[in-house]
Nanobody, 125 residues
Framework: QVQPVESGGGSVQAGGSLRLSCAAS????????MGWFRQAPGKEREGVAT????????NYADSVRGRFTISRDNAKNSVYLQMNSLKPEDTAMYYC??????????????????WGQGTQVTVSS
């Protein structure tokens, strides 16, 4: 498999918005559940949102539901995370991940085992 590549992170003030993108060239993840995870310093990695291959079903962590929206464009081999009303506690490294049987992390009942390098999101108060 080809490692997905995240982009779109940055520094914003509380209440602002960012849109993260995840793309994989030369490999299609259109048959995989895709997810966004995040990890803050000193904290465990947590699942933020997942989306089924066709995009019809999504899941969100309670902490982001109503503020974040996950979407995908399989024609572009891309997955997105629109983040609105950002809070300082959203500060973390954000990772895109693809479903993989026997993967190292689980979120919403799915194992993920193909990871991007991450993109940093910093929200200041």
């Amino acid at each position: 498999q080809v490692q997905p590549v995240e982009s779109g992170g940055g520094s914003v003030q509380a209440g602002g918005s960012l849109r993260l993108s995840c793309a994989a060239s030369r490999y299609s993840y259109s048959s995989n559940v895709m997810g966004w995870f995040r990890q803050a310093p000193g904290k465990e990695r947590e699942g933020v949102a997942t989306i089924t291959p066709g995009g019809s079903r999504t899941n969100y962590a309670d902490s982001v539901r109503g503020r974040f929206t996950i979407s995908r464009d399989n024609a572009k081999n891309s997955v997105y995370l629109q983040m609105n009303s950002l809070k300082p506690e959203d500060t973390a490294m954000y990772y895109c991940a693809a479903e993989k049987y026997g993967g190292t992390w689980r979120a919403f009942g799915v194992s993920f085992g193909i990871w991007g390098q991450g993109t940093q999101v910093t929200v200041s108060s």
